[in-house]
């Protein structure tokens, strides 16, 4: 079974403050991808990133990062100088085995970056 | 390219009240998705579709839920009759994958149910 955690329900912080937002995942299979979306107040799910499980390079784009450790199942997302329009839910997911797998998401974090 | 496709984009509708969703995917993408996403929880796979066949509906509520995918291209989702739990966001996606690779998911706006 695939299983996908995000322990912090929410977080808030001053703009400027970095954040972690963290992800735990669970997956017999060896070969899986995992996700990260934004979803802004307007609804909609933006695309963040997606990383393959043979893949362990972590990946810098702008003020957001990402830490894969399979060591410890986790794909951990951070903002960098966090801005007020960083503030919105964020959500991990986790897709395994080969081809067009359906995608499972953690219950997501919102994220609230004050001014 | 263009993007899914989704409508209506809002319902509201009363409980026991039948309504009906339709998704356009992406051109090409074989594999199409209906989520729910109640408010404050994660979407969660109703039902999966590849070309007009359905590959995983065992979170489908069957009794009041129904899909289909004819011609292997848009999609309906179907309720009747609705029940005040049945208040969510419903999301299209749709994808690409090549043998074991799988190159990830457009979603769609979403239409965002009400039932009162």
């Known amino acids: 079974a695939q299983k996908v955690t995000q322990a912090q329900t929410e977080i808030s912080v001053v703009e400027k403050e970095d954040v972690t937002l963290d992800c735990v995942y669970e997956t017999r299979d060896t070969t899986y991808y995992l996700f990260w979306y934004k979803q802004p107040p307007s609804g909609e799910l933006v695309f963040l990133i997606r990383?393959?499980?043979?893949?362990?390079q972590n990946e810098i784009s702008g003020r957001y990062s990402w830490n894969f450790q399979k060591s410890t199942s986790s794909f951990n997302f951070t903002i960098t100088a966090s801005q007020v329009v960083d503030s919105a839910v964020y959500f991990c997911a986790l897709t395994s085995g080969q081809g067009a797998q359906k995608l499972v998401f953690g219950q997501g974090t919102r994220l609230t970056i004050n001014p | 390219e263009a993007g899914v496709a989704q409508s209506p984009r809002y319902k509201i509708i009363e409980k026991r009240q039948s309504v009906a969703f339709w998704c356009n995917p992406i051109s090409g993408h074989a594999t199409l998705y209906w989520y729910q996403q109640i408010l404050g929880q994660g979407p969660k796979l109703l039902i999966q579709?590849?070309?007009?066949?359905?590959?995983?509906d065992s979170q489908l509520p069957k009794d009041r839920f129904s899909a289909e995918r004819l011609k292997g291209v848009d999609s309906t989702l179907k309720i009747q009759p609705a029940k005040l739990e049945d208040s969510a966001v419903y999301l299209c996606a749709s994808s690409l994958a090549e043998g074991r690779i799988n190159y990830g998911y457009t979603f769609g706006s979403g239409t965002r149910l009400t039932v009162v």
């Open positions: 990383r393959n499980s043979f893949d362990e």
């Open positions: 579709f590849q070309n007009n066949g359905v590959v995983d």
